[in-house]
Structures are given as C-alpha cells and as structure tokens.
Nanobody
Framework: QLQLEESGGGLVQSGGSLRLSCEVTGGIFSRYAMGWFRRRPGKEREFVATISGSGDWTLYGESVRGRFTINRDNAENIVFLVMNSLKLEDTAVYYC????????????????WGQGTQVTVSS
C-alpha cells in the first residue's frame, strides 16, 4: 500500500516559483507512474503533469506546459513539480498520485493519492 505525502506549497507572488515534492513510501517507487493534479477554487480536479516510472516520458496539461516541470528521483522515492512563472490562476490544492503501469492524464486511473498541498499565488 503506497503512501504519498506532498510538501512545498505556500504563498508566492505572481511570476514567482515554487517546487512541490511528493515523497512515496510502501512500495517499489520506480514501478509507478506519478502524476500531479490540482483543484482550483470552485473547479473540478485538473490534470497538471505525469511522468513514467523510469522518468523518461512526461506529459503536461495545456495550462501549465512550458512553465511547470515534473521530474523524479527514484533513488529517493520522490517526485517533484517545479512551477515557474506562476499566475493567479495557478492557485489551487495540488495533489500527487500514483498509478500502474503507464503514465496517464486520466485521474480515475490513479490508485493512490496524497492529501494535497495548498499553493496560493498573489498579485
């Protein structure tokens, strides 16, 4: 049973950067594709990014492509989301999630979820 714990959220000014981390325990990390999703106020959960188990394939949501980067450290069982050029509309609770066998943007394919970390972008 995997356990996921996000960290790194906080308050940042528009145009700034943050790095979210998600530490995974309880399984063989490299066997799982990892994803980041977010829920903005009043909105449904939204796909942000996903990365394959080996880390050699990634996919991004349109609203973050070119600004956010997902990567992972399989030796440390951590997946990161580096967020640059943050906008007000990036304000959300960000969740990491794990799935097997392949990376996907479909949230219902993910079996394990973290509790989420709040990111607030101010003007």
């Amino acid at each position: 049973q995997l356990q996921l714990e996000e960290s790194g959220g906080g308050l940042v000014q528009s145009g700034g950067s943050l790095r979210l981390s998600c530490e995974v325990t309880g399984g063989i990390f490299s066997r799982y594709a990892m994803g980041w999703f977010r829920r903005r106020p009043g909105k449904e959960r939204e796909f942000v990014a996903t990365i394959s188990g080996s880390g050699d394939w990634t996919l991004y949501g349109e609203s973050v492509r070119g600004r956010f980067t997902i990567n992972r450290d399989n030796a440390e069982n951590i997946v990161f989301l580096v967020m640059n050029s943050l906008k007000l509309e990036d304000t959300a609770v960000y969740y990491c999630a794990a799935t097997r066998p392949i990376a996907t943007r479909i949230d219902s394919e993910y079996d394990y979820w973290g509790q989420g970390t709040q990111v607030t972008v101010s003007s």
